[in-house]
T-cell receptor, first 111, second 113 residues
C-alpha cells in the first residue's frame, strides 16, 4: 500500500530558529495536507495543497507541493514555544478516496 | 460552535469487554472516519462512512464495528476480538467533494486493563 515518510523523525531547536521538515511518498499525490497535533489532542489542519509547485502560507508557516508530486515541505519561521507538537503530513492520489498519513515529525522548542 | 466532539476523553475497560466510543459532528459533513493512533506511528484508518446507513472497512477494521444511523453520529465499538485495543482513537469528518480535507475531534484514549 501507499506509505509516507517524514523527515526528520524529531528535532530540537532554539526559540527563534526556522524549521524545515518534509514528507515523501512512494506514489504521486494530488493533494497534500499538513496537520499539527498537541499532546493528547486531535490534529489541527494547518495548510492544504492541491497543485504541483503550489506554495501556501499560513502566518509563520509555509508549505510547498513538490514538483514531482511525490513530496511536500513545511517550513516554520521564527519558532516559538507553542510550536511544540507533532506535525503530520497526509496525502491522497487521484484514485484514493481517503488520505494516507505520515508517522509525524516531533518538534521541541528550547527557550 | 461547529465542530466534532468525542466522548469520553479517557476510557478504561477490562479485557474481554466491548466498549463504544462516541463521535458527533455539527458541521453538516457527509463523511466521517475513525482512526487509531499508536506512539510513533501515523494514523491508521479503521472505518469510514460517506453517507448515512453505509460504511466501509479501512486498513485495520478487524475487531471493530461501527454504525451510521444519523448524519451527525458515527459511534465506534471496540470488541473483545480486538487483540490490542489500548490506543488513542480519533474521529474525523469531511465533505464528500474534491477537496475533502478532514477535520478531527479531540480524541479518546482507551486503556484496556
Amino acid at each position: 500500500g501507499q506509505q509516507l515518510n517524514q523527515s526528520p523523525q524529531s528535532m530540537f531547536i532554539q526559540e527563534g530558529e526556522d524549521v524545515s521538515m518534509n514528507c515523501t511518498s512512494s506514489s504521486i499525490f494530488n493533494t497534500w495536507l499538513w496537520y499539527k497535533q498537541d499532546p493528547g489532542e486531535g490534529p489541527v489542519l494547518l495548510i492544504a495543497l492541491y497543485k504541483a509547485g503550489e506554495l501556501t502560507s499560513n502566518g509563520r508557516l509555509t508549505a510547498q507541493f513538490g514538483i514531482t508530486r511525490k513530496d511536500s515541505f513545511l517550513n516554520i519561521s521564527a519558532s516559538i514555544p507553542s510550536d511544540v507538537g507533532i506535525y503530520f503530513c497526509a496525502g491522497r492520489d487521484n484514485y484514493g478516496q481517503n488520505f494516507v498519513f505520515g508517522p509525524g515529525t516531533r518538534l521541541s522548542v528550547l527557550p | 460552535d461547529g465542530g466534532i466532539t468525542q466522548s469520553p476523553k479517557y476510557l478504561f475497560r477490562k479485557e474481554g469487554q466491548n466498549v463504544t466510543l462516541s463521535c458527533e459532528q455539527n458541521l453538516n459533513h457527509d463523511a466521517m472516519y475513525w482512526y487509531r493512533q499508536d506512539p510513533g506511528q501515523g494514523l491508521r484508518l479503521i472505518y469510514y462512512s460517506q453517507i448515512v446507513n453505509d460504511f466501509q472497512k479501512g486498513d485495520i477494521a478487524e475487531g471493530y464495528s461501527v454504525s451510521r444511523e444519523k448524519k451527525e453520529s458515527f459511534p465506534l465499538t471496540v470488541t473483545s476480538a480486538q487483540k490490542n485495543p489500548t490506543a488513542f482513537y480519533l474521529c474525523a469528518s469531511s465533505i464528500v467533494e474534491a477537496h475533502n480535507e478532514q477535520f478531527f475531534g479531540p480524541g479518546t484514549r482507551l486503556t484496556v486493563l
